[in-house]
C-alpha cells in the first residue's frame, strides 16, 4: 500500500513559478514509478508526467521545456517544478503512483488527493 500527500498549490501569475511536493509512505517508494496528472474544470484527467523508480523522467508535450520531475528517495517525495506558468495551466494537480512503468502514465494504481493550481492572466 502506497499512501501519496501533495502540496504546494496555491494561485500564481502567468509567467511564474510553482513547486508542487508528494510525500509517499512505505518503505518501497525507490522502487515505485511517480506521476503527475492534472485536471481542469469540465477537462478530463490528463497525463503531466512521470519519473521511473531509475530516475527517467518523461512529459506531455504540453509542459516540455516548462515543468520538471524530479524524486528524493531519501525524503520518499517527488516533485513538479512548474516554470512559465500559462492559464490553461489551471488545474488540481494529482500526484501517481505504480510499479509498472506502462501503468504510471496511464491508469496508476495509486493517488492523492489533489492539490488546485490556479493562474492568473
Known amino acids: 500500500q502506497v499512501q501519496l500527500v501533495e502540496s504546494g498549490g496555491g494561485l500564481a501569475q502567468a509567467g511564474g513559478s510553482l513547486r508542487l511536493s508528494c510525500a509517499a509512505s512505505g518503505r518501497t517508494f525507490s522502487s515505485y514509478n511517480m506521476g503527475w496528472f492534472r485536471q481542469a474544470p469540465g477537462k478530463a484527467r490528463e497525463f503531466v508526467g512521470a519519473?521511473?523508480?531509475?530516475?527517467?523522467?518523461y512529459y506531455a508535450d504540453s509542459v516540455k521545456g516548462r515543468f520538471t520531475i524530479s524524486r528524493d528517495s531519501a525524503k520518499n517525495t517527488v516533485y513538479l517544478q512548474m516554470n512559465s506558468l500559462k492559464p490553461e495551466d489551471t488545474a488540481v494537480y494529482y500526484c501517481?503512483?505504480?510499479?509498472?512503468?506502462?501503468?504510471?502514465?496511464?491508469?496508476?494504481?495509486?493517488w492523492g488527493q489533489g492539490t488546485q493550481v490556479t493562474i492568473s492572466s
Open positions: 501517481a503512483a505504480d510499479a509498472s512503468i506502462a501503468a504510471v502514465t496511464t491508469s496508476p494504481e495509486y
Open positions: 519519473i521511473m523508480w531509475i530516475g527517467r523522467p
